[in-house]
Antibody
Framework: EVQLLESGGGLVQPGWSLRVSCAAS????????MNWVRQAPGKGLEWASA????????NYADSVKGRFTISRDNSKNTVFLQMNSLRAEDTAVYYC??????????????WGQGTMVTVS | DIQMTQSPSSLSASVGDRVTITCRAS??????LAWYQQKLGTVPKLLIY???TLQSGVPSRFSGSGSGTDFTLTISSLQPEDVATYYC?????????FGPGTKVDIK
């Protein structure tokens, strides 16, 4: 079964750092671009970051650029989001999501259950 | 950056009604448009990609159309289990912006 499982969320103070992880199973992880999408309480979806299949290319939303870093370890089928200088407005459920196809940027077909990050 | 808008922001319809949601991009995105369904308290689910291709397992009452800047998601016969918020997303280029969502419920 194709599955994504996030971990590492929690309660932190403004200015602190946190790293969330997403463990993948059931597909060839190293073939797919991976994404982080966040959703603040009661709000809509916000795409935050993406990393290409072998980690050569990364992209960020302006709201997190310079503070967040996406990375991956294909030997461990895991993608990470290092979040520094956290702000109250970063409070959200953080989902990892897989690109549908293994080529150009694509829709997101598999989502994890999310991990909650609270900055307060 | 390309902005994504959706209309309406919410709608209420009867079971069996045809429902149409519109998504508009501020610039041409060809057919790089996806639709997602998110039921309350659950994870988003991919419904349609490539503007009009139905994801495997999604009921055929869902359909998508459009290209360039104007797109629609249609539910041909609304069912109680379709109560959810629907989001469009452009995925060519960065950022991969989501629309603000359309909340659908039953009248």
């Amino acid at each position: 079964e194709v599955q994504l499982l996030e971990s590492g969320g929690g309660l932190v103070q403004p200015g602190w750092s946190l790293r969330v992880s997403c463990a993948a199973s059931g597909f060839t992880f190293s073939s797919y671009t991976m994404n982080w999408v966040r959703q603040a309480p009661g709000k809509g979806l916000e795409w935050a970051s993406a990393i290409s299949s072998h980690g050569a290319y990364t992209n960020y939303a302006d709201s997190v650029k310079g503070r967040f870093t996406i990375s991956r370890d294909n030997s461990k089928n895991t993608v990470f989001l290092q979040m520094n200088s956290l702000r109250a407005e970063d409070t959200a459920v953080y989902y990892c999501a897989k690109d549908l196809g293994s080529g150009p940027p694509d829709a997101l077909d598999i989502w994890g259950q999310g991990t909650m990050v609270t900055v307060s | 950056d390309i902005q994504m808008t959706q209309s309406p922001s919410s709608l209420s319809a009867s079971v069996g009604d045809r429902v149409t949601i519109t998504c508009r991009a501020s610039q041409d995105i060809a057919n790089s448009l996806a639709w997602y369904q998110q039921k309350l308290g659950t994870v988003p689910k991919l419904l349609i990609y490539g503007a009009s291709t139905l994801q495997s397992g999604v009921p055929s009452r869902f359909s998508g159309s459009g290209s360039g800047t104007d797109f629609t998601l249609t539910i041909s016969s609304l069912q109680p289990e379709d109560v959810a918020t629907y989001y469009c997303q452009k995925y060519n280029g960065t950022p991969r912006t989501f629309g603000p969502g359309t909340k659908v419920d039953i009248k």
